[in-house]
C-alpha cells in the first residue's frame, strides 16, 4: 500500500496555463460545533451527513473515557455504531486494516476519536471508503481535525509524506469538558502548533511565490484568521492552561481551543506553512525526540528557528517568552537534541531541506542558514530559561 495519489490539489489548483493567475483557495469543513457536553449532541449532529450506520475509530484512551457515551447518544437517535480501536499511529498499514474491517461492516460515515494522528487515519480511511468524515478531537493539541489532509508516518513513526483528500471533514465536534478533563500538557502542545500558524502564513503572504499546501495563494481570510489565533494565545493562554490543571471550561479555554483547532487548521491550510513545520516533521526523525515528544512541543522550537532564519529575534524572544511562561520547550535540549551533537543537528537539517513548503520562506534556506537559525533558537531559549526559568516545563513533563 502507497501514499494515495488518488487526489491531487496540485493538479485542481495549480494553472495549467501561462495566462492563468494562481488562485486564492479556502479550504474548511463544513460544520464546527464546540461546547462543552458537546458529545452528547453527536446523534443529532449525524443528521447532517444522514449516518444510519457509523464507524467509529477511537484511541484506546479515548474508548475508555468516551467510548460508551459516544455510542449511547447515537443509538438514541438510531444510528448504530461500529467501534474498532484505532493502533496507535497513522501508517499505511493501520489504514489499510482499518479500512478492511469497517468496509466489511457496512458503515455510512466514519466517526473519527482521538488524537491528531487517529483523527488523520480516520481522514484517510473514510476517503478510502468513500464515505463522510465526522471528526471529534479529544485533545486540543494540535489543528488537525479541521484539515482536508492527514500527515502519514512509518510504524516507527517518522514522517513518511501526506495525502490530501477533495472534501473537508463533513462535521468536527470539540467537546470542552473532554478537553478540560485531559493531561494541562496537551493543550500547551496545541499552543505551540497553533502559535506558528501565524507566522508561516505571514511568510507565505510576503513572499509571492509562496503557496499553500494546495498550490494556491493564501487568503486575506486565512492571513486575518492566523493574526487572531496568535493574538488569542498571547491573551488567554495561560488562563487556559491554568483552567485544563484545574478540569474547569471557562472563556479563555474556550476560546482557545478555538484558537488551536478551527483557527489554526483553517489558518495552515488556506494561509501556508513554512519553516516551522519544516523543522518540526524533521525531528521526528530523531527517535528519542520522536517517541518522547509532542507535534506541537516540536513545532515550538521551529517557529523560534523559522524567526531566527527571518532574523526577527525580538519578536522570537516576544514567542520564547510565552512559551517558557506555559511550558513549550525553547530548547533543543528540551526536546531531546544535543546541540553540540552535529550528526543529529546536521540529520535535522538534512531532513528540513525536503520539506515541501520549506521554499515558502522569502530568504535563504539552504544547509547552513537551516543550521544557523536552529542553534541561534536554541541559544535564545537557554538565554529566557536562564532569566526566566523552566519551572512551567518540569512541571508538565515531570
Not at 68 to 95: K, M, N, P, Y
Not at 183 to 188: A, I
Not at 205 to 215: D, F, I, K, L, W
Not at 387 to 394: I, L, P, Q, T, W
Amino acid at each position: 500500500m502507497q501514499i494515495s495519489e488518488a487526489y491531487s490539489p496540485f493538479a485542481v489548483f495549480v494553472p495549467s496555463a501561462g495566462a492563468e493567475a494562481r488562485p486564492r483557495v479556502l479550504i474548511a469543513p463544513a460544520r464546527y460545533v464546540q461546547g462543552e457536553g458537546a458529545l452528547h449532541g453527536m446523534g443529532r449532529y449525524l443528521q447532517v451527513v444522514g449516518a444510519d450506520r457509523a464507524g467509529i475509530l477511537i484511541s484506546a484512551g479515548g474508548e475508555k473515557r468516551v467510548g460508551r457515551r459516544l455510542v449511547e447518544t447515537l443509538a438514541r437517535a438510531d444510528v448504530a455504531a461500529e467501534v474498532r480501536i484505532f493502533g496507535g499511529e497513522c501508517s499505511l498499514a493501520e489504514i489499510e486494516a482499518a479500512s478492511t474491517d469497517l468496509r466489511e461492516a457496512g458503515i455510512d460515515c466514519l466517526v473519527a476519536v482521538g488524537g491528531g494522528k487517529c483523527v488523520d487515519t480516520g481522514k484517510a480511511v473514510a476517503f478510502r471508503l468513500g464515505v463522510p468524515v465526522v471528526i471529534v478531537p479529544t485533545l486540543a493539541s494540535n489543528d488537525a481535525p479541521c484539515s482536508a489532509l492527514s500527515v502519514i508516518y512509518s510504524p516507527e513513526g517518522v514522517s513518511t509524506g501526506a495525502e490530501f483528500y477533495p472534501d473537508s471533514p463533513a462535521l468536527v465536534v470539540v467537546d470542552t469538558r473532554i478537553v478540560a478533563d485531559a493531561p494541562e500538557r496537551y493543550l500547551v502542545a496545541g499552543l505551540g502548533d497553533a502559535m506558528a500558524t501565524y507566522y508561516e502564513a505571514a511568510v507565505c503572504s510576503r513572499n509571492s511565490e509562496a503557496m499553500t499546501c494546495v498550490g494556491a495563494r493564501p487568503t486575506l481570510a486565512a492571513s486575518a484568521i492566523g493574526l487572531t489565533c496568535r493574538d488569542t494565545l498571547f491573551e488567554k493562554g495561560e488562563a487556559a492552561a491554568a483552567a485544563v490543571a484545574a478540569s474547569r471550561v471557562d472563556s479563555s479555554l474556550e476560546d482557545v481551543v478555538e484558537a488551536n483547532t478551527l483557527l489554526s487548521g483553517l489558518g495552515f491550510e488556506s494561509g501556508g506553512v513554512a519553516a516551522a513545520h519544516g523543522y518540526a516533521q524533521s525531528f521526528t526523525v530523531l527517535p528519542d525526540t520522536d517517541a518522547g515528544f509532542l507535534h506541537g512541543e516540536m513545532v515550538a522550537m521551529g517557529t523560534l528557528a523559522q524567526l531566527m532564519l527571518e532574523d526577527r529575534e525580538d519578536e522570537a524572544r516576544k514567542v520564547g517568552s510565552f512559551f517558557t511562561r506555559v511550558g513549550l520547550p525553547v530548547q533543543l535540549s528540551q526536546i531531546a537534541v544535543d546541540p553540540a551533537d552535529s550528526a543529529a543537528i546536521g540529520t535535522v537539517v538534512e531532513a528540513a531541506l525536503q520539506f515541501p513548503f520549506l521554499g515558502n520562506m522569502p530568504g535563504p534556506t539552504h544547509g547552513e542558514a537551516l543550521e544557523r537559525a536552529l542553534l541561534e533558537a536554541d541559544r535564545l531559549g537557554r538565554a529566557l530559561a536562564d532569566e526566566m526559568g523552566d519551572a512551567a516545563y518540569r512541571r508538565l513533563h515531570a
